[in-house]
């Protein structure tokens, strides 16, 4: 048995029964995944979805463990919350597992293309699993505002060094967790900066399959292989939507991020399929809230060359250049995809 655990309110949703859905369809291993709700509205929806493998908490369980969580939650924004709430999170979870077990916390926005369990092996014989941003080179700048590693995904061993790891990490957010960088610090993500230098047994994520997102994707070769998504050769096994934003039920925003470069064959393979996933969780939150208009940002400014992924239907209405692609979307591709169809 795997476990696994996220956590999210009703504006993500619809991507983490996307995850999950990536989840049933590629995991080889039996699973379970712990959803800690962050509203009523979410707690509610999984248990309509009812779905077997989805163990629901809610937000003030976790929240009654740690009585250090009173202070942050009534002075930062709720963004700044939720990263404080991180290793609180995972602690909370791994408290409920055996001895010696493993805990792999997702990201809401994470979506697997393969089985990750050739990945996950990486934890053998080790405490805790990091893996990092990998910056394509002209983004290289960012390690120094946005950290080494990301918090998208982490493993960890139900064990002393495993927990002595969270006891830091917990401490640390406690005290200091904003949406800025400061002093090295930033969120809950820069505090990973050093953890291979200060604890033993961490091991850094080798995969080149894992982890892939746009920061880190203009300078990699993608291709479809018999249905499977491959980079540097490697299937994908996790992508990280990160900076994804539906405006609406017919146009996402690809990157709001103008930096973020994007390979045709990223946004032909990846970023329309997963599209299309959303929207069909998002079909299915209406069947159960018809009022429900949760989850998307009609609010987010675009920026010149902008790249955006829509319906036909709303590409035919704009005086836009556009690619058809399938299931009924068009890619406008702006000055942020990269045209040349790099193949490995």
């Known amino acids: 048995m795997r476990n696994y655990c996220t956590y999210f309110d009703r504006n993500y949703i619809a991507r983490a029964l996307a995850l999950l859905e990536s989840l049933d369809?590629?995991?080889?291993?039996?699973?379970?995944?712990?959803v800690v709700c962050l509203d009523e509205v979410t707690r509610l929806l999984l248990g309509k979805?009812?779905?077997?493998?989805?163990?629901?908490?809610?937000?003030?369980?976790?929240?009654?463990?740690?009585?250090?969580?009173v202070a942050p939650r009534s002075e930062r924004s709720v963004a700044e919350y939720y990263f404080t709430l991180t290793p609180t999170v995972i602690r909370r979870i791994l408290d409920l597992l055996p001895a010696?077990?493993?805990?792999?916390?997702?990201?809401?926005?994470?979506?697997?293309?393969?089985?990750?369990?050739?990945?996950?092996?990486?934890?053998?014989?080790?405490?805790?699993?990091?893996?990092?941003?990998?910056?394509?080179?002209?983004?290289?700048?960012?390690e120094q505002i946005?950290?080494?590693?990301?918090?998208g995904l982490l493993g960890f061993r139900n064990d002393t060094r495993g927990r002595e790891v969270l006891d830091w990490w917990r401490a640390r957010c406690n005290e200091w967790c904003y949406a800025r960088t400061e002093d090295g610090k930033m969120g809950d993500q820069m505090y990973l900066d050093d953890w291979p230098e200060r604890f033993g047994g961490v091991k850094i994520l080798e995969d080149p399959g894992g982890g892939v997102a746009p920061w880190n994707q203009a300078h990699l070769n993608f291709a479809e292989e018999g249905?499977?998504?491959?980079?540097?050769?490697?299937?994908i096994v996790f992508f990280h939507f990160h900076a994804l934003i539906p405006l609406n039920r017919q146009v996402y925003l690809l990157a709001k991020h103008g930096t973020y470069a994007l390979p045709l064959l990223s946004v032909?393979?990846?970023?329309?399929?997963?599209?299309?996933?959303?929207?069909?969780?998002?079909?299915?939150?209406?069947?159960?809230?018809?009022?429900a208009g949760f989850g998307y940002w009609q609010d987010q400014p675009l920026f010149p060359g902008a790249a955006l992924l829509l319906t036909k239907q709303a590409a035919a209405t704009l005086p836009l250049q556009s690619i058809a692609l399938k299931?009924?979307?068009?890619?406008?591709?702006?000055?942020?995809?990269?045209?040349?169809?790099?193949?490995?």
């Open 146 to 151: 946005s950290g080494r590693f990301n918090v």
């Open 49 to 69: 979805r009812n779905h077997p493998r989805v163990i629901p908490i809610a937000r003030h369980e976790v929240e009654r463990h740690d009585p250090d969580l």
């Open 25 to 34: 369809r590629h995991e080889t291993t039996d699973f379970r995944l712990f």
């Open 227 to 235: 249905g499977i998504l491959k980079v540097q050769g490697h299937p």
């Open 327 to 344: 299931e009924g979307w068009a890619l406008v591709p702006g000055t942020q995809v990269r045209m040349a169809a790099t193949t490995a």
């Open 268 to 291: 032909m393979f990846a970023y329309a399929p997963y599209v299309v996933c959303l929207e069909r969780w998002n079909d299915w939150i209406r069947t159960q809230m018809p009022a």
């Open 100 to 142: 010696d077990e493993t805990l792999v916390y997702l990201d809401a926005d994470l979506y697997f293309f393969s089985d990750p369990g050739s990945m996950l092996k990486e934890l053998d014989g080790n405490s805790i699993l990091i893996h990092e941003h990998r910056y394509s080179p002209e983004l290289a700048y960012l």
